[in-house]
């Protein structure tokens, strides 16, 4: 019986003896191979188990050593290699505080399934590094370029945790920052939206005030050099200069509220974007006298209100050491599309108000959040129950709460970057009560179950004269099909293809033993347990008719249609109808998504009657 521990180190030592036997072709003799002491002592944080030190003349006329290493898990795990003989860490970019070079993401082409040659190859591009290096050109511009690789290397651990909300670009300015007194600080644009993130984040009252204090961002010409990093407090003074007049003022505005601990925020952009760094000043920590009494260093000699404003900037950045932070963005634009995405901006300047939060559209608001849609208004009359939790975006901990509110409340603790409100009433109070909230929205997403609530919103949207979009969506039984209809103001209204009976007039499915009695909406058999899953294809639907709508408009109304596998459709007892046989022939195997026009007529609603 084989021994499956001992497999893989077989493939390991086999791996070893190729690169061992590359070497030495390659390099015309046998390599100083490192023992398990000198890795240690050389590598102390590392699982490295073999090494070899090669040796090289550089075009600068020095002898340097770099050390080929593996760990256990080569041959599918890469080899690592590393500077011996080299400057001062964060002298030069690319090579950790050990010497460990960082050559990874150019390893990507090369084959894996040949060790001696990944190691060869390895060793020749980290000579070829270090050849770059030396002619120094790389030097500073890789330096910048990654700053933020380089500032988290020289981060403090026992600096506060920074979740930036701010814009991250220029002007340098005054923001605002939350402590929450155990070591996180929440920086964000101003008063107002950072009170209301925390309130969502906290899951807090409405109306609960936070005490925020003043932060300064200094946005940098160009990233720091870590010979630049400030040290102490009065370092970030000549490195304001350089970035300006309003640096400098903003750092003196923050020092005249002399704050305990001053928050600096400096940002620049790097090759992949805009990134943030963070100081806090330690200069007005208590300290304790000669006399063991403390002191206030900051208005020591004077009270609070009458220290100078130049006593106050002096003081505040002071030769006191700083600690340093890395800054998580936490900004929308970042948590969208990590500030790539084009599309993000429009999204998020966008309010969709969503009517019906159960089973549909209860997952389809919580796709249109993770989308980044700026305001939802989530509307819905009825509380969770039991018999709801195996299909609804909500759980155990929210039966007996009302739907939209709860939801709205979850949403916004998980976005609260967004404005997400709920309310507990449906399309006919909202239609009586707060018809200004429908015009407001920039599209309105109907997923009621109710072909009497979608009949009334028809009625208003078509009396507005159809301004927005509005998306109507339902499943059919056992969610074999589903079904978005995007209203424009151009072609049907929802009624025009709505038969007499209130039902519309296209079916994708047909129930021989007539369970399909569709009076109302959303409504099939769920409890079947694929039902739950199924559900997901109408949900993934509805949201992306939602998004579409929003990013590319058009003016003609439209249906977009999913409908489920064949087999699944006949094990639950149904067939398709006879106008998806005419659209996909008699032998369609189903499991697509395709889209129909809406159709136009004289209804009721929208026609000459109307
Ligand atoms: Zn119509």
Known sequence: MPNREAAPDIEFERAALVVDAELRTELGGPQEQLSAAD???????????????????????????????????????????????????????????????????????????????????????SFRLIEELVDGKIVDRDFREEFLTYWFYGSDSDAPRVYSLVRPGPPSRVVRSWRDGKGLVVVGDDQASLEKWLTDYRDAAPGRSWRTEQAALIWLGEPLLPSEYPVTAADLLPIAERSG????????????????????????????????????????????????????????????????????????YSPTPLLRSNVARADAAWIHGRGQDPRSAPLLERTVTVIGCGSVGSSVAARLARAGIGRLRLYDHDELSWSNVGRHELGARSVGQDKAVELARRLAADFPHLSITGEPFGAHALITLEAERLRESDLVLAATGSWQADGELNRWHVDEGRQIPFVYGWAENHASAGHAVVIGPEGGCLRCGVGPTGVPMFQATAWPEGEATLEEPACGNHFQPYGAVELGFVVDLLADAAVQALLEPTNQSSESLWLTRTNRLYANGGNWSEQIHAMFGEHFEGGRWTTRVWPTRECIACGAEA
């Open 39 to 125: 890795l240690t002592a050389a590598y102390p944080t590392r699982r490295f188990v073999r090494g070899w030190r090669i040796g090289a003349d550089c075009s600068d006329g020095i002898h340097r050593r770099i050390d080929l290493l593996l760990s256990r898990t080569f041959p599918s795990g890469f080899p690592r290699t590393a500077l011996v003989d080299r400057p001062e860490h964060m002298t030069w970019p690319h090579i950790e505080h050990d010497g460990v070079l960082c050559l990874l993401p150019l390893m990507a082409d090369v084959d894996a399934e040949k060790p001696g040659a990944v190691a060869i190859n390895l060793v020749g591009r």
């Open 245 to 316: 007049e309003d640096a400098l003022a903003t750092l003196g505005t923050v020092a005249s509220a002399l704050p305990e601990d001053t928050l600096v925020l400096m940002g620049a952009e790097g090759r992949g974007g805009p990134g943030l760094m963070a100081v806090t000043t330690t200069s007005a920590r208590r300290v304790l006298s000669r006399t063991g009494r403390v002191e206030r260093p900051l208005t020591k000699g004077f009270r609070d209100a009458e220290v100078p404003p130049e006593w106050a900037i002096a003081r505040t």
